[in-house]
């Protein structure tokens, strides 16, 4: 029996998910050997609880090397190149060979593609940020919060308005809410536009609702002390900033030359298989077209990221094994959106239907916020 060395990059959760099922599966049948910059996998749905304390870091991280009970072999490493071609990943560590690889990198930051966005912006779009930014909620007194997104697309649609529920939520609780002014901006027409304007009109009122000004079509243009300015020429004052960062795929994609115009790996988007042989993506990483959707393309978020991880660890142990038949992703995931004071709201669909999304919204209830606390635990525990 040959043994078939199967390459997953990226420990996030699309890897996770990937390397977990296909050391299931195929057991003795395969070599799955899973490479990841860092030692540990981190649980983003979690910051926005870190953000405000209500989480530590050892509670939203986890040690990957308790993989290696599973069979499968860690590699704590920086991917520098890959060639599809000659079926080669190279690493600070050496060249690792694949039959099978699986490119679960997700996004990478492009700080300085919005000037000044290093020097005065915060963000919670990993677990040291989230941290820098808690502190900076500490010790904030009384000013204007703005919270915004630089440029699209961004991970989890959803976050950067649970930010500002949550900061309006914190600083009511801290009854300086008289003190503060809520500046919510973003490019996009409307808000979560992924989910189509109903929704998006809800989560308006919401915002309204708490005192967040909204301010849609505002596209980022530079980041001064204190100060937002616009390419519409706009500004807006602020003492504390909250802003997505700029995303962009990592660059041994790039390099590699598995993008394609909108920056991102083109798949399959029902086997997540790429244009070349072997090769599957699957997460942030990819760019997948929703003809029929509220936008071109389907939003970044772990949901389909597990999803489409999972079609694309089943359909490699059915080539590999000859058995079961091929999968294929349905489209489908979901979203929960806390809005503090121990509530959170919640968006479920299927995001690729024909003849359009079909998506359903539920509005704040403790229900939502108890199943997001259960979905937290699920993630530190099953796949470890
Ligand atoms: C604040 C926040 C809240 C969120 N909330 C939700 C939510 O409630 N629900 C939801 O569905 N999604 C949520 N998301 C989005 C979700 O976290 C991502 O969409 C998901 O993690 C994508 O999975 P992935 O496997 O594609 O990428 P990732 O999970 O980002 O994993 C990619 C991995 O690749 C590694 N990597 C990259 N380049 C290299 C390299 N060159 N060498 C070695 N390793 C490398 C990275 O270190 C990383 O661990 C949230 C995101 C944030 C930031």
């Known amino acids: 029996m040959s043994v078939s060395q199967i390459l997953v990059l990226g420990g996030g959760v699309g890897g996770l998910v990937a390397s977990n099922m296909l050391a299931e599966r195929l057991g003795d049948r395969a070599k799955v050997t899973l490479v990841e910059r860092k030692d540990k996998f981190q649980f983003p749905p979690s910051y926005p609880w ?10 939203v991280q986890k040690d990957l090397g308790a993989l290696k009970k599973k069979g499968i072999k860690v590699i704590n490493d920086e991917v520098s190149s890959i060639d599809v071609e000659k079926r080669v990943v190279g690493t600070k560590g050496g060249d690792l060979y694949y039959d099978h690889l699986v490119l679960a990198l997700g996004a990478e930051y492009a700080l300085d593609a919005v000037p000044g966005f290093r020097e005065h912006a915060r963000h919670i779009y990993d677990l040291e940020s989230a941290l820098r930014f808690k502190d900076a909620i500490e010790r904030f007194q009384g000013g204007t919060v703005a919270i915004g997104i630089s440029r699209t697309p961004f991970k989890c649609p959803a976050a950067p308005y649970e930010v500002a529920f949550l900061l309006e939520d914190h600083y009511r609780k801290k009854a300086i809410q008289d003190k503060v002014k809520f500046e919510f901006f973003t490019p996009e027409s409307s808000p979560v536009p ?4 109903e929704i998006g009109n809800k989560v308006a009122e919401l915002l309204r609702s708490r005192g967040i000004n909204y301010h849609p079509k505002l596209r980022l243009e530079e980041i001064k002390q204190n100060e937002l300015s616009f390419e519409s020429g706009e500004t807006i004052p602020f003492d504390l900033l909250f802003c ?5 795929a990592p660059p041994p994609v790039v390099e590699a ?3 394609n115009e909108t920056g991102w790996i083109p798949v399959n988007p029902r086997t997540m298989e790429t244009s070349h042989e072997g090769v599957y993506a699957v997460g942030d990483v990819t760019s997948i077209p929703t003809p029929s959707g509220y936008v071109p393309f389907l939003p970044k978020a772990g949901v389909f990221s597990h999803g489409q991880a999972e079609v694309a660890a089943k359909n490699i142990a059915t080539k590999i094994t000859g058995r079961g038949k091929a999968r294929e992703w349905d489209g489908k995931g979901s979203c929960f959106l806390e809005v503090g004071g121990g509530q959170g709201a919640f968006v479920k669909g299927n995001f690729l239907a024909e003849p359009g999304p079909e998506i359903e919204f539920h509005m704040p209830g403790r229900v939502w916020h108890a199943q997001k606390v259960i979905f937290e635990k699920y993630w530190m525990r099953h796949w470890f």
């Open 50 to 59: 870190l953000m405000l304390g209500m989480r530590r870091p050892d509670q």
């Open 194 to 197: 992924a989910v189509g304007p």
């Open 257 to 259: 030359g598995l993008t």
């Open 244 to 248: 997505v960062p700029p995303h962009v």
